[in-house]
């Protein structure tokens, strides 16, 4: 992991969540930005759980960083450099990401997802999702509940 990533170190993960957001649906419709923020925050839910996966991580950062959990911190995700580059700050996704990062992570973004953990784009199939059952579908991303 870069410094500069390491450097992102908000309260509450705020930046962390923001540019997971980015990396993961910039340029989706508001609703599959919102459904990916939901995610994060149900796998917090979970994991914060006396019984939860701790495996996920036990805050924000934590899990948006976590290892095989969000393809857009992977070293060679197409956005990962894009990530920390400071004019990403100035893209208007972006500023989306950050106002619903700021709602998910006051509670006040309603969850579109029905308790979602997982999620994939639309267009695709990956191996995990075969034989799952969506339990939502917005902004060209489809939404698993497989924990918890």
Known sequence: MSAA????????????????????AAGRPVRGVEGVAAVVMNRLRLAARPD??????????????????????????PRRDAMVDPATRNDPAFAI????AARALSGALPDP??????????????????GQVPVAEAGGLVF???LG
């Open 5 to 24: 990533i390491d450097r992102v170190a908000e309260p509450a993960g705020l930046t962390v969540l923001a540019l997971t957001l980015w990396g993961e």
């Open 52 to 77: 939860g996966p701790k495996h996920l991580g036990t805050a924000v950062g934590a899990i948006c960083r976590a290892p095989f959990q969000f393809a857009c911190w992977h070293p060679r995700h």
């Open 97 to 100: 990401c950050q106002r619903i």
């Open 113 to 130: 997802t029905r308790g979602a953990t997982h999620y994939h784009a639309a267009d695709t199939l990956p191996r995990w999702a075969v």
């Open 144 to 146: 698993y509940r497989l």
